[in-house]
């Protein structure tokens, strides 16, 4: 679980704060992931998770404010260079190519190729995703087949377990349950409970339903016009009091504006 | 291949589909629904079969020479084509780029005194560069391909017309001319080289890969660390540097170089040939293979038509009916493979 101090700490960011023009995306961000964790990230629409995914995924850098990996400090340059750091994003729209198959997804930009022409050694990738997914529990019938054919959740899953056995450390899961039905959304979390209690995998987890944050994730935080305004471990808070906060300060936010 | 399925409930497991559950007869009909390319083999046998049953002389040695040439031509072009096409683009300038590549060569020998090998080398160099601003354009600038590959087609036409003054050049007496289009199938032999060759870059390599994974889902394989817009250009590169070359092959091939020789017409070709194949526009889906059988189809409709006195009015007639067929085929029996009923 989390380290109390900061020093055991995956992942730091401190001050971060992203403009766009006239628009504030977000404010002063401070965010910590401990090894081991899976740490719940909610917030209404516009309080700038998305921004945030982006920035401590090296999709765009942040305007100032510092991010430091296992107490190293790094400029994050690009998605690849996050990458090479351990850090990987499973995008909401799954970055899954519908036309290619399950295993040429799973391989894709770092395909495997033989010597010493540069052919796809597609044998060994079919083997090595077909084993990898057996081994994280995702069920997949062929991985010869097109992901267009897969449901929702198997999708997510490959999406996920391509991050993971891309060398993965630190995972940012965008709304992995979005649009998908109660059994699907249970073997998503299911996988990510797998991941973090075998793998070593830290894990945020962006979601709307407090329900599913409390049931997997094991600290809270909630985004609000670009600042965390809340940070609880899961065991001390309930779906009311969550509530209850998102309430409070929208009612504060109305009436302030 | 358009069974309809019967049975209320819902199929068990994607791989219990409608045709799977039959004999062999219905295994072959999968084949050739699933495959993009068999359903357009058949077409182009039948073809055959009918054009040799009204005329005999259709597969004669006479005749079989004039339909390879027509057939290299538009393939080759087409094999380039296919690769933008997968990446969601389109290169309208290619027929313009094979009449400037031979005057190229031309100049490079007569006024640089370059060696017919580099002449060739250089023509095809500025063929690379004219994909490479095609790409540039379209990729950075984000103008969309279409227009893009407008204005070089209007721009290179000036070019070729510029520097020729309109006139067609006689070829260079050279060795090799045999090897480089005059001799006949000479052409044909390399585009189906040339096709082998893409057909294997797209479907065995990583650049093929990510070619399909740029057209399917762009900012998903941008998300995945995929150089989309890298792989994108130098496919525009490809295809302008095998219009290029068709154009040098075809200048050998009729012996002369021609500043109206290719144009609108051989690059309509390329891209129905594409099209017919199997080969969508939107990106994302598009097979080689399937454009060098276009292109055979096509070749063998024209002449075939032609042995049978059919003019040309007819002819297009015939080509844009067999363009929407072929289209709609190819939407209807992706929209059934993408629901996993085959």
């Keep these: 679980m989390a380290a109390p101090n900061g020093n055991g700490d995956r992942l730091v960011a401190e001050g971060i704060a992203k403009r766009f023009g006239a628009v504030v ?8 992931l401990g090894r081991n964790e899976v740490l719940g990230l909610i917030g209404d629409n516009g309080a700038g998770k998305s921004t945030l995914i982006k920035i401590l995924t090296g999709f765009q850098p942040p305007d100032t404010g510092r991010i430091l990996i296992d107490g190293q400090e790094v400029q994050l340059k690009s998605v690849k260079h996050a990458r090479s750091l351990g850090i990987d994003t499973v995008f909401q729209d799954l970055a899954l190519i519908n036309e290619l198959s399950v295993y040429h997804n799973m391989f894709l930009n770092r395909e495997v190729v033989k010597k010493p022409l540069p052919f796809l050694a597609n044998r060994i990738m079919k083997r090595r995703a077909r084993e990898y997914l057996d081994d994280i529990g995702v069920q997949i019938g062929d991985v010869n087949d097109e992901v267009a054919r897969l449901s929702g959740g198997q999708r997510q899953a490959i999406a996920v377990a391509r991050s993971v056995h891309s060398d993965a450390s630190i995972l940012l899961l965008d709304e992995p ?21 075998e793998r070593d995998i830290s894990i945020i987890m962006i979601a709307h339903n407090y329900v599913h944050v409390l049931e997997v994730c094991d600290r809270v935080n909630l985004l609000r016009g670009g600042e965390i305004i809340f940070d609880k471990p899961t065991a001390e808070t309930s779906v009311e009091e969550l509530t209850n906060v998102v309430v409070r300060d929208l009612r504060a936010a109305r009436q302030g504006s | 291949m358009a069974q309809p399925t019967t049975e209320p409930e819902a199929p068990a497991a994607p791989e219990e589909s409608v045709l799977r559950r039959g004999g062999a007869a219905t295994a072959i009909l999968r084949a050739f629904v699933v495959r993009r390319e068999a359903s357009i083999v058949l077409v182009a046998i039948a073809l055959v079969i009918y054009f040799q049953s009204v005329n005999s002389n259709f597969l004669s040695a006479g005749n079989l020479p004039v339909i390879a040439q027509f057939v290299a031509a538009a393939a080759i072009i087409a094999a380039g084509e296919v690769m933008l096409m997968i990446g969601g683009e389109i290169d309208l300038s290619v027929g313009q780029v094979f009449a400037l590549s031979p005057f190229i060569m031309f ?10 090998a580099f002449a060739v080398v250089a023509a095809l160099l500025v063929s690379a560069f004219i994909g490479l601003v095609n790409g540039t354009i379209t990729c950075l600038l984000g103008v969309p391909s279409f227009i893009t590959t407008l204005g070089t087609l ?21 060795s090799v001319a045999n090897i480089f289009g005059a001799a006949n199938y000479s052409e044909f032999i390399w585009a189906v080289v040339i096709i082998l060759a893409v057909h294997t870059v797209l479907r065995l390599t990583p650049w093929g890969l990510h070619t399909v ?29 095998l219009a290029g070359l068709t154009g040098i092959l075809e200048a050998f091939q ?11 017409g051989i690059m309509f070709q390329a891209i129905s040939a594409a099209v017919i ?53 190819n939407v209807y029996l992706s929209r059934m493979r993408r629901q996993g009923k085959v």
């Excluded at chain 2, 889902?217 to 989309?228: I, Q, S």
């Design chain 2, 107 to 116: 100049f490079a020998m007569e006024d640089y005194g370059l060696p017919f």
């Design chain 2, 277 to 329: 194949g199997g080969t969508a526009l939107a990106g994302g889906s598009g097979t080689v293979i399937g454009a060098l059988v276009g292109a055979l189809v096509l070749g063998i409709l024209r002449n075939g038509f032609t042995l049978q006195g059919v003019d040309a009015f007819t002819f297009d007639l015939i080509l844009g009916i067999a363009i929407l067929v072929a289209m709609i085929l």
């Design chain 2, 154 to 174: 209007f721009l290179i036409n000036g070019l070729t017309l510029t520097i020729s003054d309109g006139f067609p050049r006689a070829v260079p007496d050279v």
């Design chain 1, 177 to 197: 349950l979005a649009a998908m039905g109660a059994k699907e959304g249970a073997m998503i979390l299911d996988l990510v409970r797998r991941l973090r209690d």
């Design chain 1, 25 to 32: 995306a977000l404010r002063n961000v401070n965010l910590r």
């Design chain 2, 254 to 264: 009729i012996d002369s170089i021609d500043p109206l020789a290719g144009g609108t």
């Design chain 2, 213 to 241: 994974a740029g057209g399917g889902n762009p900012l998903g394989a941008r998300e995945a660390g995929v150089r989309v817009n890298y792989v994108k250009i130098g496919n525009f590169m490809l295809c302008s540097v």
